[in-house]
């Protein structure tokens, strides 16, 4: 028969923004459940080495994250894994189902589901991500000191990308489908003034050309959107920087947004539109997007939830 299990405080998400609000909704004692979802451990699981978690000059993502998991589990927090499927915000206590045949109730819910970064969907983009092809400039440039370096994509997140890059690389080509860039003003200034970094307007990629013996990218293969001309770039990494979607499925409908599609909190705070609802990590963040910030806000989601459920009993 379906299951029905109540907590204090729902979690649903288990990257760095989940297990914190694990670990300190434990010690607050609200006995916590936390749901995993479909990728327990969360994006730090799709990587190897993280160079700037405090306190690990250097750690694999997969160790990071089961070290976070055990922390949580030793704290009180109860994890399980389960996938939620819908979230009932109108009624006391909150409803959430999981996929399992499971509902969960709660008088506060965490969201930490996070956010993903889009990819073009190339065979060959996937053959080489974490071996060339990165999504995170600011977690993978560092690998890249001394050699070429191309960027996809026309925002802000492009932009800045390719900028940041320029601090390790020889040479950045930002290359765009159209010859418009969708990024801020004063990004675009810094981006052309920058005599590291050049631009390849109306072009798509096509391939990443690779080696696998050690395996890494050796160049791309552009497409020019009108002509089809094909032309081939060296470079040993490839920054795919064309948006990012948070995983807002549960609750787009029904909390305020922003920045198409991030959870909006009140500024400092977790407190999404709905009281008793907090969010933290990367579905809240369309700036940031990184571990540590993502725990950080993990455990002012936690303090949070305490504070709202204390004004609420009795
Ligand atoms: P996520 O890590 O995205 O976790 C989301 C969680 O929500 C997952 O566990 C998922 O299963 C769960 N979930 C989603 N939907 C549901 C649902 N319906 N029900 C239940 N659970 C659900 N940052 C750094 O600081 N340093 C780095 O070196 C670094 N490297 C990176 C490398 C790569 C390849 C990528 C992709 C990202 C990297 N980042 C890095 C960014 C970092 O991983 C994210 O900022 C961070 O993981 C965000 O944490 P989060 O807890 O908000 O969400
Ligand atoms: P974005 O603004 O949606 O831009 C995505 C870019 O990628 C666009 O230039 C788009 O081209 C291109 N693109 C999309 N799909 C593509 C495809 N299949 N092939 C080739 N190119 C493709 O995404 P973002 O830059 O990640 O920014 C997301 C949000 O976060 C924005 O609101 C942005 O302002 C915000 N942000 C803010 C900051 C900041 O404030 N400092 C930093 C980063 C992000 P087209 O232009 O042709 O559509």
């Not at 990587?47 to 922390?71: A, F, I, K, Y």
């Not at 497409?223 to 609750?251: M, Q, R, S, W, Y």
């Amino acid at each position: 028969m379906a299951e029905t299990r109540h907590t204090k405080v729902l979690i649903i998400g288990s990257g760095p923004a989940g297990y914190t609000a694990g670990v300190y909704a434990s010690r607050a004692m609200l006995e916590p459940i936390l749901v995993q979802g479909i990728e327990p451990g969360g994006q730090l699981t799709t990587t190897t080495e993280v160079e700037n978690w405090p306190g690990d000059t250097e750690v694999q993502g997969p160790d990071l994250m089961v070290r976070m998991q055990d922390h949580a589990k030793a704290m009180g927090c109860e994890i399980i894994g389960d996938i939620i499927i819908s979230l009932d915000t109108t009624v006391r206590p909150f409803v959430a189902r999981g996929d399992s045949g499971t509902t969960y109730t709660a008088d506060a819910v965490i969201l930490a589901t996070g956010a993903r970064a889009k990819w073009l969907g190339l065979p060959s983009e996937e053959a080489y991500k974490g071996f060339g092809v990165s999504a995170c400039a600011t977690c993978d440039g560092f690998f890249y000191r001394g050699q070429e370096i191309v960027v996809i994509g026309g925002g802000n997140t492009a932009v800045e990308e390719a900028l940041f890059l320029t601090n390790f690389a020889s040479k950045v080509t930002l290359i765009h489908r159209r010859d418009n860039l969708r990024a801020e003003k004063i990004l675009q200034e810094r981006l052309f003034k920058n005599p590291k970094i050049e631009t390849l307007w109306f072009h798509a990629l096509e391939e990443v050309v690779g080696e696998d013996n050690p395996k890494g990218v050796t160049a791309v293969r552009v497409k020019h959107v009108d002509t089809g001309a094909i032309t081939e770039i060296p470079c040993k990494g490839v920054f795919v920087a064309i948006g990012h979607a948070p995983a807002n499925e549960l609750v787009k409908d029904v909390l305020e947004l922003h920045n198409g599609g991030y959870v909006t909190v009140k500024p400092g705070s977790t407190e999404t539109s709905i009281p008793g609802i907090f969010a933290a990590g990367d579905l809240t963040d369309h700036k940031y997007r990184q571990a540590v910030t993502s725990a950080g806000m993990g455990c002012m989601a936690a303090l949070d939830a305490e504070r709202f459920l204390a004004g609420h009993q009795g």
